[in-house]
T-cell receptor, first 116, second 113 residues
Framework: DAGVIQSPRHEVTEMGQEVTLRCKPISGHDYLFWYRQTMMRGLELLIYFNNNVPIDDSGMPEDRFSAKMPNASFSTLKIQPSEPRDSAVYFC??????????????FGSGTRLTVV | AQSVTQLDSHVSVSEGTPVLLRCNYSSSYSPSLFWYVQHPNKGLQLLLK??????LVKGINGFEAEFKKSETSFHLTKPSAHMSDAAEYFC???????????FGTGTRLQVTL
């Protein structure tokens, strides 16, 4: 298994531009999570999906952020327009229902976003 | 509700000396507990897990953790630190049929010569 795959690994963009981060979960996993990590705020859960349906988006910082999961093997996190304070590492993680308590999540390697 | 508290935000040890990273949990139910490690510029990797079997859990790279219900603790230890252990460590909890993990705030381990 290739694990959770995120792309791109690094993204540098100018303020005001749209940014799209991508995630491919592990096959068979029906939960997908998006996290943001910064030095100031640590690891924050932004949103998570179950069977492609958003379950809790209360961590999404504002309307500039949106996330979709059009099918079981792909999810996107979009920021439009981007701002310098969005600079962070964004992680995607996946898990299989009924197994979180036994196996936790599998994380991707993250996307380091820099907005200049 | 469940929560995990990592008691130290930063721990510094000398290479070859023991490591102790502290974690307390609160839960109404028997929890599942995990330690994840994040090396610089890397993702989070599962180090070890407790799921109500043996209370002493062994993980990768010589780390182990002991679940102590009486103390509501799940401290991470290693007998002898190595430079490659320098990383951020997260104590994480889950209960029953929960689909979400609860993360601690992390402990940064520094290993000096």
């Amino acid at each position: 298994d290739a694990g959770v795959i995120q792309s791109p690994r690094h993204e540098v963009t100018e303020m005001g531009q749209e940014v799209t981060l991508r995630c491919k979960p592990i096959s068979g996993h029906d939960y997908l999570f998006w996290y943001r990590q910064t030095m100031m705020r640590g690891l924050e859960l932004l949103i998570y999906f179950n069977n492609n349906v958003p379950i809790d988006d209360s961590g999404m910082p504002e309307d500039r952020f949106s996330a979709k999961m059009p099918n079981a093997s792909f999810s996107t996190l979009k920021i439009q327009p981007s701002e310098p304070r969005d600079s962070a590492v964004y992680f995607c993680a996946s898990s299989r229902s009924g197994t979180v308590a036994n196996y936790g999540y599998t994380f991707g390697s993250g996307t380091r976003l820099t907005v200049v | 509700a469940q929560s995990v508290t990592q008691l130290d935000s930063h721990v510094s040890v000398s290479e070859g000396t023991p490591v102790l990273l502290r974690c307390n949990y609160s839960s109404s139910y028997s929890p599942s507990l995990f330690w994840y490690v994040q090396h610089p510029n890397k993702g989070l990797q599962l180090l070890l897990k407790y799921t109500s079997a043996a209370t002493l859990v062994k993980g990768i790279n010589g780390f182990e953790a002991e679940f102590k219900k009486s103390e509501t603790s799940f401290h991470l230890t290693k007998p002898s630190a190595h430079m490659s252990d320098a990383a951020e460590y997260f104590c994480v909890g889950a209960t029953g049929t929960a689909s979400k993990l609860t993360f601690g705030t992390g402990t940064r381990l520094q290993v000096t010569l």
